[in-house]
Structures are given as C-alpha cells and as structure tokens.
C-alpha cells in the first residue's frame, strides 16, 4: 500500500467519535462529503493537496506521504459559531488530518489507492461577539473513503 498513489475524487464517509455533544441542533452523527485528492508529483506516491467540503464549509490542506500514511493541518471556517440566522461570528477551526491507504489496484498502468481510512479532528477556539459567544470545542471522526 505505501506505494499506491492518492489521486482522485473519493466519497467520504465521515462518524462524529466525540464531541457531537457540543454542536447545535440536530446534527448527525453519520454522513458524506465529497474530496478529491491532487497528487503533487508527475507520478508515484507523493504529498497530495486535499480539497473538500465539511458541514458544507470549503477547505484544503496539503498531506504529506510517509509510506501507505498522509498526515496534514489545515485551517478553515468549517464550523461556525452560531448560524441560527440572527448570529454568526466567523471562526477558523484547526483541522489534523490522519489518512492510510487501505487497498490499491492497477489503473491504467499506475498503482492506484482505490480506499482509505483515517481519523480528522477539528479544534474550535472559543470566539465571541458582543453578548454572543461560543465555546471552545474538540470534534473527533473516523473516515472511510472510496472512489
């Protein structure tokens, strides 16, 4: 798996392991993203540019490769305080991302990963405005993806 290349577009799977107690209304604990991943190098396994979407929040990060794992940290407003319509303090999330190949096959003539899996967590900051304010926040998930 370590020399399976992460190129592509994958359907992620993503499961709140904690902290799904501190977000507001009825947010589910299971559900799906779209990301695709952008190798960085003409061929073989490299860092690769990740790019998606989460709680509908736009965000990349850059992975880089150690063996079949990609590790990267990003920053993005992928959870925002408030969003009830009357308040909304605009707040930047740390994102860790943890990511292992799982299978690969041939495609084409490159070995390709064709699944992954892997862990995100996403650091909140406490923010306020005003009267207004939210908490600092810790959000854990597993994730499973496949083309």
Do not use: Q
């Not at 709140?16 to 299971?30: F, M, Q, V």
């Amino acid at each position: 798996m370590s020399a399976a290349r992460l190129d592509g577009a994958w359907t992620v799977t993503l499961k709140i392991r904690k902290g799904r107690d501190t977000l507001s209304g009825n947010a589910p604990k299971i559900w799906t993203e779209g990301w695709t991943t952008s190798p960085k190098c003409p061929s073989g396994p490299c860092t690769v540019r990740l790019t998606g979407t989460l709680n509908g929040h736009a965000f990349k990060a850059t992975l880089k490769r150690s063996g079949a794992l990609y590790r990267g940290t990003t920053h993005a407003g992928v959870i925002p305080c408030g969003g009830n319509g009357t308040v909304s303090i605009p707040t930047s999330s740390t994102m860790i991302f943890k990511i292992k190949v799982g299978d690969a096959g041939v495609t084409g003539s490159t070995w390709t990963a064709s699944s992954w899996t892997g862990s995100l967590v996403v650091n909140s900051p406490y923010v306020s405005s005003g009267s207004y304010y939210c908490t600092a926040s810790t959000l854990v998930f597993g994730m499973s993806a496949t083309p």
